[in-house]
């Protein structure tokens, strides 16, 4: 049995583009179509607000695609009060 996870955060991206090719990139993984609402752009800015019982290591793999690309921000992993994990932006900069 998955816990029901919060998952939280933004990601900004140099383009539209690259924001359009890591929406594209975690669709392919997703487990469950369903996600795709809880993701919501504007300009080059990708936002996540799910929560639902999830495979972690599934998100994991969702998360880290959309984080690989993205320049800046992050996304949390929340069960409750308790951080269950981080997906920052790959940028090294």
Do not use: K
């Amino acid at each position: 049995m998955h816990d029901v996870v919060h998952f939280h955060g933004t990601y900004r991206y140099a383009t539209r583009e690259n924001l359009e090719h890591a929406i594209s990139s975690a669709r392919a993984v997703l487990v469950e179509a369903a996600w795709m609402r809880c993701f919501v752009t504007r300009g080059t800015v990708l936002t996540v607000n799910l929560t639902s019982r999830v495979d972690r290591f599934s998100a994991a793999a969702v998360f880290d695609l959309l984080a690989e690309t993205a320049i800046e921000g992050a996304v949390e992993a929340r069960l409750g009060d308790t951080q269950l994990d981080l997906f920052p932006s790959g940028s090294r900069a």
